[in-house]
């Protein structure tokens, strides 16, 4: 029976690696049960680096794909861009056995303007043309603004009919957010996403005591559109069933655990509380 493989997304533990340090975190993500990992916003240091060949090695845990941006996200922006350290990048994927890397977003400063997307399009197709020759994959990863339409076609159908090197990451809380159902979405990038972000989405408790002490338009607004929820696993409303399976039949190798905010909780219990809920789906054989 055919099986994709269940991980997390880093970026939801920095506050972890920043307290333990990346072997220890690892080591908790081993002792979850987890086998895989995407890292993102993790300093890519010689050491950090070094500890993640050894966590890998020592946990059975597969570093599923690495993040860097094409140029910065924005100026001043952290980490390392393929522009400036392609080199370096290319040398870290092949220590730690790494042939998926990922672009977390376009730069903010080509949202709404085609002119500049179709820049970024071209540069982006050039770069992943130079990562194949040393047998790396570049993937996008998509936010909502990528179903923003530009001359009547979305932004992440830009990308796609634009290029044929770059594959997709699909963020299923994103795509919802995004207006789009994200098992026809993700059904639409057959054969171009192996990487596939799990993260429900759900309405949280409205802040009534915005209210308290006379109307405030500002506050009752902030507070009116941020019940929005990045949501652990089955606590939300998406159909996750549907997505994984829809994932599998499009070629998605990696179903990667992310969520963005986790409000006060500690994000090894978040997580515990999605493994779980994947495990009663059925999927406990993925980890």
């Known amino acids: 029976m055919k099986k994709g493989k269940i991980g997390v997304q880093m970026m939801m533990l920095k506050s972890k690696v920043d307290e333990l340090g990346v072997y220890e975190t690892m080591r908790k993500l ?7 990992v995407e890292v993102s916003q993790i300093p890519m240091t010689v050491e950090n680096v070094a500890e993640l060949k050894r966590a890998s090695k020592d946990f059975d845990i597969k570093i599923a794909a690495l993040t860097a941006g094409v140029d910065p996200v924005y100026p001043g922006a952290p980490g390392e861009t393929l522009t400036t350290d392609f080199e370096k990048i290319v040398n870290d994927c092949k220590t730690l056995n790494c042939n998926f890397l990922r672009i977390g977003m376009v730069p903010f400063s080509a949202i709404g303007r085609k002119d500049k997307i179709m820049e970024f399009v071209k540069k982006a197709e050039s770069v992943a043309e130079k990562l194949a020759e040393h047998g790396i994959d570049l993937y996008y990863h998509n936010h909502h603004v990528e179903f923003q339409k530009y001359d009547g ?61 006379g109307f405030d338009r500002s506050k009752f607004n902030q507070a009116f559109h941020g019940v929005i929820e990045f949501a652990e696993l089955g606590e939300g409303s998406l159909n996750l069933k549907g997505i994984i399976e829809a994932g599998l039949a499009s070629g998605s190798q990696y179903f990667l655990i992310e969520q963005d905010d986790v409000y006060g909780r500690d994000p090894f219990d978040c997580l515990k509380t999605s493994a779980d809920y994947l495990r009663k789906l059925g999927y406990a054989e993925w980890f």
């Open 30 to 36: 081993h002792e979850l049960g987890f086998g895989a």
């Open 153 to 213: 076609e979305y932004l992440l159908d830009i990308i796609k009919n634009n290029t044929s090197k770059i594959g997709f990451e699909i963020d299923v809380h994103w795509v919802h957010r995004g207006g789009l159902d994200p098992v026809e979405v993700i059904k639409k990038f057959e054969g171009r996403v192996a990487l596939i972000h799990l993260k429900d989405y759900r309405i949280g408790q409205f802040d009534y005591r915005v209210l308290e002490g």
